[in-house]
C-alpha cells in the first residue's frame, strides 16, 4: 500500500525564506489540526501564508482521499528563496545603494496517517 501524500507549492511569497522557515519551523512534524492551531498563535507575518497553505492541503486531502484534519501529518515543510527584486535607493554624496526585496516559495507535504 503505497502512502497517501498531499503537496502544496505557494510561489512568489513577499517575505524573505530566512523570516518564513521561522514559522515553517513551528509546524513542522505536527498534526494539521495543532499545527493550525499554532501558526494562529504565532505572531508573525509569515504564519498568514503558512496558514493558507495548511488550509488547502487539508481541503485536497478531503476532497482527494476524504480523510479529516485529525488524521493528517505535516509530513515535510520547507522554505526556498524565489527570484529577488531588485530596488535602488540614493545616498548622500551622489552615491546609489541597492535594495534586495527577497521573496519565498513554500513546499509542504501532508501524509495521512
Given amino acids: 500500500m503505497e502512502e497517501k501524500i498531499v503537496k ?9 525564506p530566512l523570516k518564513l522557515r521561522l514559522v515553517a519551523d513551528v509546524v513542522r512534524g505536527k498534526r ?5 492551531n499554532l501558526v494562529e ?3 508573525k507575518k509569515g504564519s498568514l501564508f503558512v496558514k493558507k497553505a495548511l488550509l488547502s492541503g487539508i481541503a485536497n486531502a478531503r476532497d482527494l482521499f476524504s480523510v479529516d484534519k485529525e488524521d493528517l501529518i505535516v ?3 520547507f522554505v526556498d528563496g524565489a527570484s529577488t ?3 535602488t535607493k540614493f545616498n548622500s554624496r551622489g552615491r546609489v545603494s541597492r535594495i534586495d526585496k527577497r521573496r519565498s516559495n513554500l ?5 495521512v496517517k
Fill in 8 to 16: 502544496v507549492k505557494v510561489n512568489n511569497i513577499a517575505e524573505s
Fill in 32 to 36: 494539521a489540526d495543532e499545527a493550525l
Fill in 41 to 43: 498563535l504565532v505572531n
Fill in 75 to 77: 509530513k515535510s515543510i
Fill in 85 to 87: 527584486l531588485k530596488r
Fill in 107 to 111: 513546499n509542504l507535504e501532508l501524509k
